[in-house]
């Protein structure tokens, strides 16, 4: 099982990313999936997680309103788009499959059983 992001960069503020996360060895259509961040010297925050059973997604107060989760089952990619864009989203990227959402952005970071490697978002003026 492998779980790759990507999409991150440098962008100023008010801008927009995309962020995607494609698997191999699973179908995502079967698990939950967390959008987690880590800015420098901070420990690993919940972002965002989209629930398997009817595909709602809970966000997390700071990025509601600006961040949306989409699924491509086509392409067995998740993709998080980030719009206006503030400092205070810098931080690295990591995606997550897991159990289930419990309707809350973050379940525990214990329920999620398989990570990426991160994609690293940079916001500056």
């Known amino acids: 099982v492998q779980l790759v992001e990507s999409g991150g960069g440098l962008v100023q503020p008010g801008e927009s990313l995309r962020l995607s996360c494609a698997a191999s060895?699973?179908?995502?259509?079967?698990?939950?999936i967390g959008w987690f961040r880590q800015a420098p010297g901070k420990e690993r925050e919940a972002v965002s997680c989209?629930?398997?059973?009817?595909?709602?997604?809970f966000y997390i107060d700071a990025v509601k309103g600006r961040f949306n989760v989409s699924r491509d089952s086509a392409q067995n990619t998740v993709n998080l788009q980030m719009d206006d864009l503030v400092l205070a989203d810098t931080a690295v990227y990591f995606c997550?499959?897991?159990?289930?959402?419990?309707?809350?952005?973050?379940?525990?970071?214990?329920?999620?059983?398989?990570w990426g490697q991160g994609t690293q978002v940079v916001v500056s003026s």
């Open positions: 997550a499959t897991g159990s289930d959402c419990g309707r809350h952005p973050d379940p525990g970071q214990k329920y999620f059983s398989y």
């Open positions: 060895g699973l179908n995502l259509d079967f698990y939950s």
């Open positions: 989209t629930s398997y059973t009817d595909r709602e997604t």
